[in-house]
């Protein structure tokens, strides 16, 4: 005869299921990159991000704005100064500040880190350790508000996590994955987070990134739940936002994507919509190319063949006392409308 699962059995059970499931579900994920990408990657929920020495190129564009979310470091010519200035400058919600080769180094990057909790305590602050010794110290590191994140490197870097450490030394911490691809990330995630017969903890996924869809891209491939496919029939940007669609359905599958809000419901879309998807000097619609030429000529317009731009994210976008929000394709435009119309 069978005996009944004592209750306090199946309650432990439970526990553990819960307690896995929230340790893989992750605070954000991220995309490192540029216009047009980052653009896309933010408006699929992504934080999007740049390393220290580059910037999200968008300055040339007058109808994009897309957050600096995740501040990366540059691990080849580190500069710690100079990382630290930038952050104060962009003050992101993600900073990668440094990698640590050795005791001495993490420590140096502890202090770092405890310097900029004091001003951000909730700013989630991932220092990458190269060594094993450095594991302990970035762990134990007590520092204001939310505690360190250790970063386990994988992707392109010189030393991986691999390299220098056994999975146990990362269960029960603080972890975000640093590059690979997601079968690669999401293998990783189980080794951390799955159970153990010794009855380790769990790793806490609080995030990963990954930015190897863009750089394939330009050989031709997207990346699908059923892996690399071939894109030629699609421009570099439709290329990479295939891939993003599909980066975030295999996580939300998982359920390894945040269930929290997203950036950009948190700041918005990056690029602003008019009221109408018109221009407001011709009626014409903001997505297609206009057949009359703009009162402007010696102004550089949009290329209508080029996919890696669009109308919109070049226009003008304003909205007035009155409550309407307009778009112009020029300031010439901008100027004889509000003339005219007594804006």
Not at 42 to 49: D, K, Q
Not at 53 to 79: A, E, K, W
């Amino acid at each position: 005869m069978a005996h009944a699962q004592p209750k306090h059995a199946t309650s432990e059970s439970s526990i553990r299921a819960l307690d896995i499931k929230a340790a893989r579900r992750a605070d954000y994920v991220a995309f490192l990159s540029r216009h047009p990408f980052a653009t896309d990657a933010h408006e699929l929920g992504f934080v999007t991000g740049v390393r220290e020495d580059c910037r999200l190129q968008t300055d040339h564009l007058r109808n994009v704005d897309v957050p600096l979310g995740m501040l990366d470091n540059d691990f080849h010519r580190p500069d710690l100064e100079r990382y630290l200035e930038t952050f104060r400058t962009y003050e992101p919600e993600i900073g990668v500040i440094g990698d640590a080769p050795t005791p001495e180094a993490a420590y140096r990057f502890v202090d770092a880190a405890r310097e900029l909790k004091l001003a951000y305590p909730e700013a989630t602050l991932i220092i990458v350790p190269k060594c094993r010794e450095a594991i302990g110290i970035i762990r134990d590191a007590e520092v204001p508000g939310t505690p360190l994140v250790l970063g386990y490197s994988m992707g392109y870097s010189d030393v991986l996590a691999e390299d220098f450490s056994e999975v146990a030394d990362w269960r029960g911490q603080r972890v975000h994955l640093l590059g690979a691809s997601p079968p690669k990330q999401w293998a990783v995630i189980q080794q951390l987070t799955q159970p153990t017969l010794a009855g380790d903890p769990p790793a806490d996924i609080i995030g990963l990134d990954w930015n190897g869809a863009h750089k394939v891209a330009y050989n031709g491939e997207s990346w699908s739940r059923d892996g690399w496919q071939r894109a030629d029939h699609l421009s570099i940007r439709r290329t990479v936002r295939k891939s993003l669609r599909e980066m975030r359905a295999y996580w939300e599958d998982r359920g390894v994507w945040p269930t929290t809000s997203t950036s950009r419901e948190r700041n918005g879309p990056a690029v602003r919509e008019p009221d109408d998807a018109v221009w407001a000097a011709t009626g014409g619609d903001i997505d297609e190319p206009d057949p009359l030429s703009g009162p402007d000529e010696w102004e550089t317009h949009v290329d209508y063949d080029d996919d890696e731009t669009y109308p919109i994210e070049h226009a003008i976008v304003v909205t007035y006392e009155d409550g309407r929000t307009l778009a112009y394709r020029s300031q010439t435009e901008r100027d004889y409308v509000e003339y005219y119309e007594g804006l």
